[in-house]
């Protein structure tokens, strides 16, 4: 690792969020509400009523109807100086030049630094080993998207903030090509198959999400690689191994559609069955594959990462 004392000290009082809107999502309160994990419906209004939320450089009611392409700058308010150190933490560099990194995402690294989890994170690690990420005072430097923390994976990571959202619109205008492998509960059919079904923030339970008739839109798709039976002891059942390749890029998307339809992903602690299944120590879910075009030369990028071992040793039980 490069130079492991660095710190990054951001000293605002406010933190700016910026959201392009990438199809039709509603009221504003309740787009804040999905897309900002802290905020809840209320807070987001009152964040609207005190001039903190500006639509296109403009401020807005709470009822607004957002269109595709609005542009929202959010000042959230900071509990406290948020320190970003530098940590020495090892990382598996899939690939690398001077304008991005992909990084294999081991499961149970959250990606940056939040609420009960200051440190350990990809983004400690990054400062590490590429301290130059540092100088741009970002909260988030470099992270132009987000894997759960049970999630492994690929997980691309811009240098300069021009590429960083250079990245980031392709993601917006759905020109990245991303696929999961992931264990299901169940013999799934048909073989390939596609979920449409929006997802919003579950009113009962704010942690979660689940399919909405006021939800945003959402599309999966997927196809079967491999199903099976296990018939011995207390995990016995049948399961699925499938490629996923969602559309869209809602919170929690894959293990809400594959779960609203009756084959959750197997052990997913929120959204899977509770009865004894596999041996699997955590969500049977991986980032496999990622397609981009590289936002300096436009070349087309395809990389891939097989099944961590932890997970592919489940198949052979």
């Known amino acids: 690792m490069r130079n492991p004392g660095f710190v990054c000290d951001v000293m605002s009082e406010q933190r700016q969020v910026e959201l392009r809107v990438a199809d039709g999502a509603g009221r504003l309160d309740k787009y804040l509400a999905d897309e900002i994990p802290e905020l809840s419906r209320s807070a987001a209004q009152r964040l609207i009523d005190d001039g903190q939320v500006t639509v296109n450089g403009e401020p807005v009611k709470a009822s607004y109807k957002l269109r595709l392409g609005d542009t929202l700058f959010v000042l959230l308010p900071s509990a406290r100086t948020t320190e970003l150190a530098a940590e020495a933490i ?124 006021g939800g945003r839109e959402a599309i999966t798709e997927y196809h079967v690689l491999e199903q099976f039976a296990h018939d011995l002891g207390p995990a016995q059942g049948n399961y699925s191994l499938v490629e996923v390749e969602p559309r869209t890029g809602r919170t929690h998307q894959i293990r809400v559609h594959f779960a609203s339809i009756g084959h959750p992903v197997v052990a997913d602690p929120i959204y899977g069955r509770r009865r004894r299944q596999l041996p699997v120590p955590r969500q049977f879910l991986h980032a496999s594959r990622l397609g981009f075009k590289h936002p300096k030369t436009g070349q087309r990028l395809i990389l891939q990462a097989p099944l961590p071992p932890d997970l592919s040793s489940c198949l052979l039980y």
């Open 90 to 213: 090892p990382l598996e560099v899939i690939y690398e030049d001077e304008t991005l990194l992909v990084i294999d995402k081991p499961a149970g690294m959250v990606v940056h630094p939040a609420p009960g989890h200051p440190g350990g994170t990809l983004v400690n690690a990054l400062l590490a080993y590429c301290p130059e990420l540092g100088q741009s005072g970002d909260e988030r430097p470099g992270i132009v998207h987000r894997l759960d923390r049970d999630t492994s994976g690929l997980i691309l990571v811009a240098k300069s903030e021009k590429a960083r959202k250079a990245l980031q619109r392709q993601f917006e205008q759905r020109q990245v090509d991303k696929a999961y492998l992931a264990l299901l509960d169940g013999h799934l059919q048909p073989a390939w198959g596609r979920i449409e079904a929006p997802i919003g923030r579950d009113p009962q339970h704010r942690q979660r999400m689940a399919v909405l008739a």
